[in-house]
Structure formats: C-alpha cells, structure tokens
C-alpha cells in the first residue's frame, strides 16, 4: 500500500491559487498513474487531474487552462496548481496512487473558494 499525504489546503478568495501537495511513501511514480479528485458536498468524487509514469497529464475540462498537475520524483512529491479559483472549485481534494487493481487514497485536504 502507497501512503499519500496532501496538504496546501486553505480558504481563498475568487480568483487567487493555491497549491496542493501530496507526499508519497517512497518512489512510485515509475509504476503509478498519480491522480487529483475532487469531491464537493453533495456531490460524486470526480477527477481533476492526472499524471502518468512516463509523464502524460490530463485534465478535466473544468479546470483545463488554470490547474496544472506537476511531480518531483526526488521529492516523491505530486502537486496541484491551482490558479484562478472559483467558488465551484470547493471541495475536499484526494491525492491518487493508481496500478492496475489497486488505488491509494490520501486523507484530503479542504479547498474553500470564497465569492
């Protein structure tokens, strides 16, 4: 099992950027498809981003052109950037860790976007 550690959550006005991180146990990139989901209350978990191990990203089209998912493999580090918030971009983010039949989930960090 892969132990994921977000943090960089907070509360932020419309329009500002936070930036996530997700700490991970040990040097999995190679082998993990490591992700960003979203969850807001009331509503299904959804993916934000996505990173592969040879470095293909992909986005969902909400956050296309303002989120950008980045890693640093000496870190064992995954982080999200997000830039030009919107109040519907509250929720709490999960960090990913994918193989084939098996996902890691971090705890989630609270992204709370004011208007």
């Known amino acids: 099992q892969v132990q994921l550690v977000e943090s960089g959550g907070g509360l932020v006005q419309a329009g500002g950027s936070l930036r996530l991180s997700c700490a991970a146990s040990g040097s999995i990139f190679r082998i993990n498809t490591m992700g960003w989901y979203r969850q807001a209350p009331g509503k299904q978990r959804e993916l934000v981003a996505v990173?592969?191990?040879?470095?293909?990203?992909n986005y969902a089209d909400s956050v296309k052109g303002r989120f950008t998912i980045s890693r640093d493999s000496f870190k064992n580090t995954v982080y999200l950037q997000m830039n030009m918030l919107k109040p519907e971009d509250t929720a709490v983010y999960y960090c990913?860790?994918?193989?084939?039949?098996?996902?890691?989930w971090g705890q989630g960090t609270q992204v709370t976007v004011s208007s």
């Open positions: 990173i592969s191990p040879s470095g293909v990203t």
């Open positions: 990913n860790a994918r193989k084939i039949g098996f996902d890691s």
